[in-house]
């Protein structure tokens, strides 16, 4: 079942110099027990989208969308108090720097005893804080914590990113959500406690069916524990599909750029050879270019590509071209 | 040909005041390594392994314990910042917070030959002007202040800034581990290019294993301040000895 169902979601921000489209047309949808990567260059409007789904984005940011639904309802419809719950009940986020985005004032224990929700402790009313705190200890536990004694009573400057972003997961399931969003887990943290965390989303998601959304700018690391990519530039979705498909065969010449340029996928390559890159640099917003907006820096755009193509399909496999890279010979 | 860099032993300790006592806390222990002119060195470990130290020393900004670095042949009393800077630049983690938001990028190319050649205002400008046109950049960038740059312009102006007093030697204190892919490939193209053209010699402090098998000759993995394994990055890619190295190599493949 189609757990969350996005179709055309445009967030536009309000400026003295008129409209900007932060992310033009994206659509996005989950399935139950599914691991998804977001790929994309920063201000591309990954964490936007995530954001968006959450609803977390201020007033200033307009979001529209064809269909926005969450298990069949649709999110559009309903209340924002609804809204609200749903998302509350069913959602869960881990915010890229985990440091800062626990509470500096109180000890870490006490934070991720609030994150536990009252109804999943069984007992009676003078049972609860004795339940909640061994709710959290065994929360802790599963995240990897051994030692929950000294972490439960530390404050997050106390302790190292590591255990910090440990911490964060461990509130976000402390609700056992459907689904969980983490928007780049990995950016403040080591290649070995990096690949820890990994494992550490992957047997959530393998134990209890909970779905990922995984954000993030490495494509190896993305690649790596997602069944699905998509992939976005610029606030455009360019391509989305089976992961080992896409990286094997990628349509779009910006996947086929983004794979190029990663040493780790061309195991072939010299040592100190020069890398494939696009020339240019990703266009600010102010400044979008019309069309399609990796027209300026693609290396096949033509004449047409100033039309915005449409999102075209090749057997599960999406991607928005007006020359997608469709030859069978491997380039 | 006598190495451009060469330490030996070099160590460094730090004391951390506890009550009346004082701990002793090693950060590098018995760190040797040569580094020659046109070739790489990467140095890998995890936070606290020293590396940030090991750079420090280098650049100056703290004095060795016990231990020698030797320049060209010559030992070097390296904190002789003024004397040294010339040889050996850094660039830091992140482009954007490590330049000054007041000043225009040009004001700032213009300080560093200031305060450290003799050229007069004429040179200077078309030294500045010289460099920008080598990384990529235009001359009215000299005109723009940090906050208008994209980030990969960011760390073409960093890289100006330490590259206008031709050094012979680049610090890259985990400059290429933010950086968007494809912005990386381009940072990756453009140093490797520097390097063949002019020579110069990079000591990149990084994480990231697959691009220090990219670029990098010579590799060293530094565990708890002591020397892990040292050697050819292919050598140690192949049969690494110590088991932190066997975790960290696994790991990334």
Known sequence: MLLLDIKNLTIELETPEGLIRAVDRVSLSLREGETRGLVGESGSGKSLIAKA????????????????????QDMLQVSTEQRRKIIGRDIAMIYQEPSRSLDPTAEVGEQLEEAIPNHLL????????????????????????????????????????????????AMAIAKNPKLLIADEPTTALESTTQAQLFRLLASFNQLKGMAVLLISHELESVARYTQNLSVLYCGQLVESGDTTAMLKHPFHPYTHALIKSVP???????PKTPLYALPGSIPTLQHLPIGCRLGPRC????????????????????????????????? | ??????????????????????????????????LHTAKTLAIVGETGSGKSTLAKLLVGIEKPDSGEIRLSGQPVEISNYKKYNHVIRFIFQDAGRSLNPLQKVGQMLEDVLRFSTILDIEQRRIKIRKTLKQLGLLDEHA????????????????????????????????????LDPSLRAQIVNLLLELQHKEGLAYLLITNNLQLVRHISDEMLVLYQGGMADSGLTTDVFANPTHDYTKKLINSAF
């Open chain 1, 53 to 72: 789904i959450v609803g977390v984005l201020n007033r200033r940011w307009r979001i529209t969308a064809d269909r926005f639904s969450w298990m069949g």
């Open chain 1, 122 to 169: 069984e007992g009676h009313w003078w049972q609860k804080p004795f339940l909640r705190k061994k709710k959290a200890i065994a929360l802790l536990h599963k995240v990897g914590i051994r030692d929950h004694q000294n972490i439960m009573q530390s404050y997050p400057y106390q302790l190292s990113e590591g255990i910090c972003q440990k911490v964060m997961i």
């Open chain 1, 264 to 270: 780790e996928f061309q195991p072939e390559l010299p």
């Open chain 1, 299 to 331: 290396p096949n755009a033509r004449k047409e590509c100033v039309k915005t193509p449409i999102l075209d399909r090749l057997q599960n496999h999406y991607y928005s071209c007006h020359f997608p890279l469709l030859s069978r010979d491997d380039t």
């Open chain 2, 1 to 34: 040909m006598s190495a451009l860099l060469e330490v030996t032993e070099l160590s460094k300790s730090y004391f951390k005041q506890r009550g009346l006592t004082r701990k002793k806390i090693i950060a590098l222990q018995n760190i040797s390594f040569t």
């Open chain 2, 143 to 178: 005109e723009y202040y940090p906050h208008m740059f994209s980030g990969g312009q960011l760390q073409r102006v960093a890289l100006a800034r330490a590259l206008i007093l031709d050094p012979k030697l680049l610090i890259l204190d985990e400059a290429l581990t933010a």
